[in-house]
């Protein structure tokens, strides 16, 4: 991984280290293969490399580059000491794309890095969100700072060269903050990681993020805070060259990591593009996007990113209550509308993950739920990935509460949402950590793996390739109680790399539990893997046709007849709400920033015309 010393320059060693974070019980949670590549990390490769082209150091300098992923890389700070040393050159470790459950173990990495007189410097949400929301420098960042850490807040395009130059003449500064100057990223460095770099994930997929901002105002998101609610897009010039780039080394399948890819401005040119790529020259590209729950009220959204090859959509739908939607300004969110947007990506191929959030203020096991076996009969959702909601520094809903003295957990290590931080007004933390826990139960119960295979079959998406996703999905959350998206293939841990504060193991109590959680683990796995096939068998050679209330054509009877619209006085608030606009004829449109602040509704729910 490290870039071969080509000349007799003088070397300047720069590590792009992407850290993990640590497990419940103190170890890095790491994997033989990690499920997705670190784009930060793949941005911030393609930057160095343009800096290393461009000779920023000076002719006489060669920048070497080497790439980490600590979820699939034991990262060994005693070795890049020696790398640094031993080339007798200077260097700079970054540590990317840290979040806030990954800023501990960050320090923990720069620490032995720092003693040894090595330059370390950190960016990402955590450094930029505390910076852009906070009125202090919060605890944790002063104490980096005074190991001797420079911290970096706002975003590195045009800048990585400034960073290297005074890391090589030893004048890095304490803190640099960007966050009021957000760069364009029109001919920016495209985000680039080698295919070596890319197998160690699982999939061969590689990820780019075509823009940064999103419109919308919802409390407990950090990045309209951190990367502006203006979008701002790489041109469809530069997506193309990435996606060549990528097919030429044998990576086909890709993560657009947008937030809001629906509200990127340049959607259509970019789809144009790879539809043509993919339609007349015939290209393999398959592509997984993030998009919010109104995308098919824009026209031609839904169809051209079925051609342009999004096959799999993880939508922001949070929860069905409009009451809970309504107190986290995702006003946007209209439960009207969730079967028929649903409904339109199933039409167009794509496989649906919807983002789902408990812990809002009303919620209770009881009400939790119901709503997830609502969801079950109801709406059309494949998998659902459940979220705590969490006040993670950057979000309106963090500045609130660290304003009003409220308590959060100060373990940053815990806020992966999976883990319960600051108190919720009816439930204790226990009953919260606990129906959290008992959610991926509740939904990936066999009878509704078996509901969803049926209707996979139904649309004609393979029901095999829906079972291994199901499976994969909830096996995470079970086995590793972790959640899906820090998951990955065959868990390493390492006795020596325990949180500090926390003892190292006796080698016979570490080495003996390992075994046996590691046989324990897999035996499970093969027992779930054999209960998932014989679901699958039983779907696949039934010959009964299959329909269900969630993939029936939406009508207007539902908002009589579905749970959905009557099980809450919110819900049946949404319908009337609906009705009085439509009657009205109020057409807002929920592209606009102005309309998001204002619940926005377009009349169409209560027809069963098609959407998109
Ligand atoms: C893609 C993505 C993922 C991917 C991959 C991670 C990755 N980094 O690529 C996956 C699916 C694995 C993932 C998982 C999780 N994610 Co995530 N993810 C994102 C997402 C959508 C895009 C990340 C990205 O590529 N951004 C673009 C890059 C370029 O921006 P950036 O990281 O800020 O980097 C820029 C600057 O910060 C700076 N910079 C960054 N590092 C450094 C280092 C140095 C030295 C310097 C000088 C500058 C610098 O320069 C960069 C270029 O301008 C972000 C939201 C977002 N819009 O960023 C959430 C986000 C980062 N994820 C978040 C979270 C919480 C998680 C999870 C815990 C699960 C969850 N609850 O969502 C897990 C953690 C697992 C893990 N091991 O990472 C939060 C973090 C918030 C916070 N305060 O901690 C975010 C912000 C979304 C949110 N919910 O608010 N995620
Ligand atoms: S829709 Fe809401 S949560 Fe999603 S990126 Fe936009 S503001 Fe954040």
Not at 105 to 117: E, S, T
Not at 138 to 144: M, N, Q, T, V
Not at 166 to 171: H, K, N, Q
Not at 567 to 586: D, I, N, Q, Y
Request: aromatic share 8%; net charge positive; glycine share 8%.
């Amino acid at each position: 991984m490290t870039a071969a010393p080509t000349t007799a320059k003088r070397p300047f060693h720069l590590f792009l280290i992407k850290p993990s974070h640590y497990d419940d019980d103190g170890y890095v949670i790491q994997w033989v293969r990690s499920s997705i590549p670190s784009n930060t990390l793949a941005v911030l490769n393609g930057l160095a490399l343009d800096c290393a082209e461009r000779d920023v150091l000076g002719d006489d300098a060669e920048i070497r580059i080497s790439v980490y992923d600590e979820t699939n890389t034991r990262i060994k700070p005693r070795e890049i000491i020696r790398q640094i040393r031993e080339a007798g050159g200077r260097g700079l470790v970054c540590l990317v794309g840290v979040q806030t459950n990954q800023f501990p173990r960050a320090v923990d990495i720069a620490r032995p890095l720092r003693a040894a007189g090595v330059s370390v410097c950190i960016g990402g949400f955590h450094v930029s969100g505390c910076i852009a929301m906070l009125p202090d420098i919060p605890p944790e960042l002063r104490e980096a700072m005074d190991l001797g850490i420079t911290l970096f807040a706002g975003e590195v395009e045009g800048r990585l060269e400034m960073l290297l130059q005074a890391a090589d003449r030893d004048g890095l500064q304490p803190l640099y903050n960007f966050m009021n100057d957000l760069p364009g990223l029109e001919g920016a460095a495209v985000p680039y990681l080698a295919v070596d770099v890319v197998r160690r994930t699982s999939g061969l997929r590689t990820s780019f993020d075509a823009g940064r901002g999103c419109p919308f105002l919802c409390s407990f998101c950090t990045i309209i805070n951190v990367q502006g609610r203006k979008s701002r897009a790489r041109s469809p010039a530069d997506i193309e060259r990435i996606v060549r780039e990528n097919l030429a080394q044998g990576v086909h399948n890709f993560f657009i990591t947008d937030d809001n890819l629906a509200r990127n401005q340049n959607w259509e040119a970019v789809f144009d593009r790879l539809i043509k790529m993919r339609e007349e020259e015939g290209l393999h590209i398959q592509i997984v996007a993030q998009v919010d729950t109104m995308a098919h009220k824009i026209r031609g959204f839904i169809a051209k990113a079925g051609r342009a090859g999004v096959n799999r959509v993880f939508i922001g739908m949070e929860n069905i209550n409009p009451e809970a939607l309504k107190q986290a300004r995702k006003g946007q969110n209209q439960i009207t509308e969730y079967r028929a947007m649903l409904q339109a990506w199933h039409r167009a191929g794509a496989l649906t993950y919807g983002g789902y959030i408990l812990g809002f203020p009303g919620d209770t096991p009881a009400s939790i739920e119901r709503d997830i076996g609502i969801i079950q009969r109801e709406l059309p959702i494949d998998l659902l990935e459940f979220f705590i909601l969490t006040p993670l520094p950057g979000s309106a809903d963090h500045k609130k509460l660290h304003l009003a003295g409220v308590e959060m957990d100060r373990d940053m290590n815990k806020y992966d949402s999976v883990h319960v931080t600051t108190r919720h007004a009816t439930m204790s933390d226990e009953d919260l950590q606990r129906i959290y826990h008992r959610a991926w139960d509740l939904y990936y119960t066999p009878e509704h793996v078996e509901t969803v295979l049926r209707r996979a079959k139904v649309r004609g998406y393979s029901p095999r390739n829906m079972m291994l996703k199901l499976l994969v999905f909830c096996a995470v959350p079970r086995l590793e109680k972790l959640h899906p998206l820090e998951g990955g293939l065959f868990r390493r841990k390492y006795r020596g790399d325990r949180r500090p504060g926390m003892s190292r193991e006796n080698p016979l109590t570490f080495y003996s539990r390992y075994i046996l959680e590691i046989l324990t683990k897999h035996l499970r796995f093969a027992a779930m893997y054999w209960r998932y096939r014989r679901i699958l068998k039983r779907v696949e050679k039934d010959p009964r046709p299959y329909t269900d209330a969630a993939i029936a054509p939406v009508r207007q009877e539902d908002f009589e007849e579905l749970e959905l619209f009557t099980a809450s006085p919110a819900a049946k608030f949404a319908v009337e709400k609906l009705r009085r606009r439509s009657t009205a004829g109020v057409r807002p449109s929920p592209s606009t920033p102005s309309a998001a602040k204002d619940a926005p509704v377009e009349s169409t729910g209560i027809s069963a015309a098609p959407l998109s």
